[in-house]
């Protein structure tokens, strides 16, 4: 199984909807982050949290520590958020390394 | 703009043949990573360097290695690529390893 799990696997939407992406994870974390992949492309960062709630224009990321969950919300979406978002968590114990979940696809329709 | 910078963005090479690929970094930061994704599948770490220290991860082939000459730049070789090891490559670059990692555009291998 799994350290990193994510949900839906695949997510299609309607331009302007709202779209909430789950991530779930079994192992005790220092971070939590959310990143963006375009197709053919590298990751961007948008998220890094150990705690609460954070905002970036559309996007909000919320954690969970004691329930070890963390949602990533775009709200009024549009076709350019279609990408794949991927849960990555760091473990205390190894400096650095990220443990990934295996993303989810999103699609945005006009 | 400081930015994770790698080359080249397409690679083809021939079974066997040997292949490097590099990354550079304008950012300073201290922590170098090397991840290969295969199409579909989250980034695999092969390894990483705090500095000069080289860390590899334990199921990484003996066929990966890398070289970090300076804080820079840093180099993934293939010494005898097989048809598995096409995937996209990306670097990334963390200013400690406790935060935000930034990532390159990734070079995507082609193995012939």
């Known amino acids: 199984k799994n350290e990193v799990e994510q949900s839906p696997q695949n997510l299609t939407a309607q331009e302007g909807e709202f779209i909430t992406i789950n991530c779930s994870y079994s192992v005790g974390i220092s971070a939590l982050h959310w990143l963006q992949q375009h197709p053919g492309g590298g990751i961007v960062s948008l998220f890094m949290l150990s705690s609460g709630k954070k905002k970036h224009g559309r996007l909000i990321a919320t954690i969970n520590i004691q329930e070890k969950h963390s949602s990533l919300h775009i709200t009024a979406s549009h076709p350019r958020d279609s990408a794949v978002y991927i849960c990555a968590v760091n473990r205390g114990s190894t400096l650095g390394r990220l443990y990934f979940g295996r993303g989810t696809q999103l699609t945005v329709w006009p | 703009d400081a930015m994770v910078i790698q080359n080249p963005r397409y690679q083809v090479t021939q079974f066997g043949k040997p292949v490097t690929l590099s990354c550079s970094q304008t950012?300073?930061?201290?922590?170098m990573y090397w991840y290969q994704q295969k199409s579909s599948q989250a980034p695999k770490l092969l390894f990483h360097?705090?500095?000069?220290?080289?860390?590899n991860e334990a199921d990484t082939p003996d066929n990966f290695q890398s070289r970090r000459p300076n804080t820079s730049f840093c180099f993934l070789d293939i010494r005898s690529p097989g048809l598995g090891d096409a995937a996209m490559y990306l670097c990334?670059?963390?200013?400690?390893?406790?935060?935000?990692?930034?990532f390159g555009p990734g070079t995507r291998l082609l193995v012939l």
């Open positions: 950012l300073n930061h201290n922590v």
């Open positions: 360097y705090y500095d000069k220290d080289f860390n």
């Open positions: 990334a670059t963390s200013s400690t390893g406790r935060e935000t990692q930034y």
